[in-house]
């Protein structure tokens, strides 16, 4: 029903309603049953005439919410931003919005009642016709519109039916788009996609390469890591655990037998005897090789759960976990020395070696700390070294005493050197054909501010061992020739000849010596001539080519040689021979006995008439008889020196004695 219906029905209504007002006002007066029923009637009709005029007054505001409504729909269409376009069922076009006529570059009243398909590109007519009789409900599609006197372009169709009450459709509803833009978007979009792709390829194979080398540095690093832990803990030349690994597993088993009081566990000190001989002869590298075959015999002579480890040098170590008692100790220490006793072949050379070892036993002293033990092992180890080398010694506390005491010692005797404590004793050496000193034989004291006054066999040993004699050899000897020159200007330079100094085989090792010597003759004014330098047979047992020479040199300056304590050692005569020594002392031992047998005087005869046949001068030692000083005589020793003619002295007392001018 359209707007004027509306209004006609509700005004015939309004009429038909007055009309029946004014019957009833009529009929009022008639009062009958026929009456009442024509009353009833009307006022059944009125009551429909009111419920009418009700509902056409709601259909008036019904009609005015739809024709806002209508009208808002109206605006919404025609000022839509897309394209909308409404055609009959065969595609003519009865509405078109403002984009839609903007969008087909037309005016919006000529796209009124013209066929859709006029605004398709060609190409896309067939499409167009198929899927405008083939599609249904709703649609979303693509196509080329041809706007007028414009160029194609790219659109997005959206379509939707249009239906009547009745369910019958009656045309479609169109929603246009221009997807130029877009679609360039998207190409463009698509083109940087594939661009990304191969960026992201080539930066994968970046990061692919990247990461492989980064694995390659981790593992790098943990190898590196790995090594440098190893090398933390193990020998780097025999893979054995080194010092620091040692200590820990060392601190592990004493901290452990704190806990179980019956654990016991030991340690074994190997030291190589004479390895630096071999090193100095062979050299480093066939000593580097011993030390590894070393090594592997030493990982033979140990159980899975004990730790063998060098030290460092020539030095080993075992640490035996878990032993029944010492005797599990010595079995070891024994293997040892029965794997090294065997010859080591390095690359067909031939060699033997042969190790002290010193044990230390957890259970015989409450050890605190790993360096303790480690110390008692090496204290018992320089034993065993002591003894004669290649044994084993266990560890005592009398060892430790001694130990502490020999520490006391090299205390004392680096602080004797600065608070000069030293003392140069002087005694006698006289000629045995003349009866008079010929000079002395200065001999070393330590005046000991707690002990005394020490002979050089109570420290001399530890001096060469520390290297003190250098300086100590060095004080004497200048000592000995400053006296000897003071002498020799206070009196008459023919009365005192010679002054003897001994030279140890450790001296001999300074690169200077010469230059000592010649500065000390220099500061002092004494004459070459007048000195006598002693030297044990182990100097001509070394007999290095370095030792020759010097002792060549200080020929040449003047020094007389004399080889000290004769017959003690293991002197080649050959060696002898070349040499050039000027006198040959018999040592005290064979003096001491020559009354007892006279074997040894046959011994002293064949030594004097040696050294005359060599051109060599002979001294006696230890004479401290008058039938000693009679057989030597008869024997025909050129010189004497013994507790007969005088104990070592004092330089005041020297000086007193040779002043008395003894005759014997």
Known sequence: MNDMNVDVFSQQIEELYSQVQGLLQCNTTKANSQQEIITEAFEQLNIAIEELLAASEELKVTRTALEKERQRYQDLFEFAPDAYLVTDTLGTIQEANQAAASLLNVHQKYLIGKPLIIFIAQQDHPYFSSQITNFQKLLSWELNLKPRD?????????????????????????????????????????????????????????????????????????????????????????????????????????????????????????????????????????????????????????????????????????????????????TVAERVQQELALPFDLNGQELFITASIGIALSSTVDYQHAEELLRDADTAMYRAKALGRARYELFNSEMYANALARLQLETDLRRAIERFEFRVYYQPIVSLTSGSILGFEALLRWQHPERGLLNPADFISLAEETGLIFSIGNWVLHEACRQMQA?????????????????????????????????????????????????????????????????????????????????????????????????????????????????????????????????????????ETKEQLALLKKLNCEYGQGHLFSVPLNSSAAEALFMKNPQW
């Open 150 to 330: 414009g160029k194609p372009f790219l659109a997005m169709i959206k379509t939707s039916a249009i239906y009547e009450l009745q369910e019958k459709q009656v045309g479609w509803r169109w929603l246009l788009y221009d997807i130029t833009e877009r679609k360039h978007a998207e190409e463009m979009l698509h083109r940087a996609y594939g661009e990304l792709e191969i960026r992201v390829a080539e930066r994968t194979g970046e990061l692919v390469k990247a990461n492989q080398k980064l694995l390659n540095e981790i593992t790098e690093r943990k190898r590196a890591e790995s090594q440098l832990l190893h090398l933390a803990f193990h020998d780097t030349l025999t893979g054995l655990a080194n010092r620091t690994a040692f200590t820990n597993r060392l601190r592990h088993a004493i901290n452990y037998s704190k806990r179980h009081l019956d654990y016991i566990f030991a340690v074994l000190f190997i030291d190589l005897d004479r390895f630096k001989v071999i090193n100095d002869s062979l050299g480093h590298l066939k000593g580097d090789q011993l030390l590894l075959a070393i090594a592997s015999r030493l990982k033979v002579c140990v159980r899975s759960i004990d730790t063998a480890a060098r030290l460092g040098g020539d030095e080993f170590t075992i640490l035996l976990e878990g032993i029944q008692d010492v005797s599990d100790a010595f």
């Open 487 to 623: 002498w020799r200007v206070c009196y008459d330079s023919n009365f005192l000849k010679k002054i003897s100094v001994n030279l140890s085989l450790k001296q001999f090792s300074q690169p200077d010596l010469i230059k000592q010597i010649e500065q000390i003759l220099h500061s002092t004014g004494l004459d070459a001539s007048s000195l006598v330098l002693e030297i044990t047979e182990s100097v001509i047992v070394a007999n290095g080519d370095q030792v020759t020479a010097i002792l060549l040199q200080l020929r040449e300056m003047g020094i007389e040689l004399s080889i000290d304590d004769f017959g003690t050692g293991y002197s080649s005569l050959d060696r002898l021979y070349n040499f050039p020594i000027s006198v040959l002392k018999i040592d005290r031992s064979f003096i001491s006995l020559m009354s007892a047998n006279i074997r040894n005087i046959e011994i002293i005869e064949i030594i004097v008439s040696l050294a005359h046949k060599l051109g060599v001068h002979v001294l006696a030692e230890g004479i």
